[in-house]
Structure formats: C-alpha cells, structure tokens
C-alpha cells in the first residue's frame, strides 16, 4: 500500500505527533487531533468526509479545480481525490513539518496535489487562480484552546469566496465558531447547509452549489464513494444566519438527530474524548 511501518508512535519535530490507533493512523499537532488516515482507503469515515461531501452538489464534470486551505495529513484532500479523479488538488499548510510527516506516514504524494507551504490568509489574497470548490480545514492553537485564527471567517471567507468560480462551492470545518461560519456562508453564497458527525463537535457548513441538505443527502447515498459514511451524517439546511434548521430539512425520526454536545476534546476534529 505504499505506507510506512509505524512503530505505534513517532515524534515529527517539537509538535507534530504520528499514531497508529486500532482504527487508523493519527496526526497529532500540538495535541490536536489533525488527519486520520486508514491504509488502503481514501475516505476516514468522519469529519474529512463530511468536509468533502458538498463536492457532490457539482457535476462530475465541474469537478476540476480544488482547494485545500489547512492541508494537514491530507486526510480532505484524498476524500477529493477519490470524488474528482482528475481534479487539480492546491493543499496549503502553514506548517512545513506537518507536510513532511504527511509525505513520510500519510503517503501524501500518492494524492497528486500541488502542495503550498504558506500561510493560507496570505496565499488567499495573492492567488489568482478560480476553483470549482474551496474546502477550510484551518484550526490553530494546542489541545482544549483549538480555534480558527483570527482571520476567519471574516475577511478569510470572503477571500476564499472570491476564488471560487460561479456555481462552485465552499466547505468549513467549524467547531465552536458554527454560528458565526453559517452566517458568513449565507451572506456570501446564499442558502447553507450544515453537516454534522456523529461522536464529533465539528460542523461542516456549504454553500454555494449546495442547494439543500436533502438534495446533498441523495448525492452522498448515490457516492460509491461517500454512501459507507451516510449514516454517521446529520444534514439540516439553514434557514437564518443564526443557524436554524428548515422544517423540511428536520431529520425523519428522533434516533436521527445529531447527539447532544458535551465539552470538546480540543481536537482539531473535535472528537469527544482522546483519540484512539
């Protein structure tokens, strides 16, 4: 499979930790759980997916250009990978030693994606180039103070709505700052829809092509790829800023309904207790 033998774990530099957990092989950055990769298999059957899964809302053949603003491991971007096989994939990382741990333990150069070592607000403002799809999965800050920086959303959205080309879409990761990402997303692109996954704090929030929570529902269930995750996904689409859900887009029954949040772990996944 082309992936290195771990010896359960290994110290990339100061901060940057490498894991092999029962389920999968873990990056840990500061202490915050940033990538999970499974051997073998594109998607993590979590919060990456979900992050991915609004690429279904375009076209096979509208697939052709993604963004990757916080890279980490390269856990989103194999998820694109697998969705738009001939995408042209930027990953942007701040941080070069996260980059060398995903090329050493996460087989990141088997993805073919153009990666950029850069701060992403700065690589926003420069870059020129148009996507079919911009994915955030930035987050900064050690174990229980894990955050978006500063700059997002605002202005951090808005530069990356800008590079979006019409009828494309954008994907955040959020944890606590869902309120706040929704209302950005509906004032820049118009209608959002929110995903949440069980056993995680995370919401991912689209907008763009994204239409609705059940017109995506039915593009993950159709995904050979995405349909295995489907029943870890909660999808309400919003009807305010403040994140309320349309009453067409409530979940059919109770044992649907996204679980009741307790106090995050800190991860940058948001898993509830420490990763495995």
Request: glycine share 10%.
């Given at each position: 499979?082309?992936t ?8 990339v ?7 092999d957990?029962?389920r999968g ?10 990538s ?17 899964a ?10 052709r ?6 890279l ?15 995408a042209?994939i930027v ?12 090329r050493?333990?996460f087989?990141?150069?088997?993805i ?18 148009r996507?079919?799809?911009?994915l955030?999965?930035v ?13 997002l959303?605002e ?39 929110s ?11 689209a907008g ?24 870890k996904?909660?999808?309400r689409?919003?009807?305010d ?18 679980r ?10 948001g ?6």
């Amino acid at each position: 499979m082309g992936t290195r033998a771990l010896a359960r774990r290994h110290r990339v530099g100061a901060h940057v930790v490498v894991r092999d957990g029962p389920r999968g092989r873990e990056l840990l950055v500061d202490g915050t759980f940033a990538s999970f990769y499974r051997p073998g298999e594109a998607t993590t059957g979590s919060v990456w997916d979900a992050l991915a899964a609004p690429l279904l809302a375009l076209p096979a053949a509208r697939r052709r250009r993604v963004l990757v603003i916080g890279l980490g491991g390269g856990s989103a971007a194999r998820v694109v990978r697998a969705l738009a096989p001939r995408a042209e994939i930027v990953g942007v990382e701040l941080d070069a030693q996260v980059v060398a741990a995903a090329r050493r333990w996460f087989d990141l150069d088997s993805i073919g994606v153009e990666v950029v070592i850069a701060d992403a607000r700065e690589y926003l403002e420069r870059e020129r180039r148009r996507f079919d799809a911009v994915l955030d999965d930035v987050f900064i800050g050690p174990a229980k103070r894990v955050r978006k920086p500063d700059w997002l959303p605002e202005p951090g959205l808005r530069l990356a709505a800008a590079r979006i080309a019409p009828g494309g879409v954008l994907s955040s990761n959020t944890i606590d700052e869902a309120r706040a990402v929704s209302k950005c997303v509906r004032t820049l692109l118009g209608t959002t829809v929110s995903i949440s996954i069980d056993g995680y704090h995370n919401r991912i929030l689209a907008g763009g092509a994204v239409r609705s929570a059940g017109e995506l529902r039915r593009a993950i269930r159709a995904s050979a790829i995405l349909a295995p995750t489907l029943p870890k996904l909660r999808l309400r689409t919003l009807s305010d800023a403040m994140g309320g859900a349309r009453p067409d887009a409530i979940r059919r029954n109770a044992s649907e309904r996204a679980r009741p949040s307790a106090r995050r772990c800190g991860a940058r996944s948001g898993r509830r207790g420490p990763p495995s």
